[in-house]
């Protein structure tokens, strides 16, 4: 089992930055692939990035490439998502997730969640 917990959101402008916490607990974490999503009332949880557990491979969605950039540090078993030049559009709940090993980039992937933690962009 893995505990996780995101924290670092909050109401930004646009074209300001944020960076969200994911802070794991549980099992070994440095075995397990973390991804986040996001999703807004009303649509599906999509997919933003992901990270493989050495860091060597890592997906962006789209959207977000060039803006977000997705770390991790085993030994404080916390991955981070550092956000900038955020727009009105990336306003969401963002969730972190994990999985054992393997990349992924859907929701049904991924076994463990967090809460999630608002992130919102007034334009």
């Known amino acids: 089992q893995v505990q996780l917990v995101e924290s670092g959101g909050g109401l930004v402008q646009a074209g300001e930055s944020l960076r969200l916490s994911c802070a794991a607990s549980?099992?070994?974490?440095?075995?397990?692939?973390v991804g986040w999503f996001r999703q807004t009332p009303g649509k599906e949880r999509e997919f933003v990035a992901a990270?493989?557990?050495?860091?060597?491979?890592?997906n962006y969605a789209d959207s977000v490439k060039g803006r977000f950039t997705i770390s991790r540090d085993n030994a404080q078993n916390t991955v981070y998502l550092q956000m900038n030049f955020l727009r009105p559009e990336d306003t969401a709940v963002y969730y972190c997730?994990?999985?054992?090993?393997?990349?992924?980039?859907?929701?049904?992937?991924?076994?463990?969640w967090g809460q999630g933690t608002q992130v919102t962009v007034s334009s």
């Open positions: 549980g099992r070994t974490f440095s075995n397990y692939v």
């Open positions: 990270i493989s557990w050495s860091g060597s491979m890592i």
């Open positions: 997730a994990a999985r054992w090993v393997v990349l992924g980039t859907t929701v049904g992937e991924y076994a463990y």
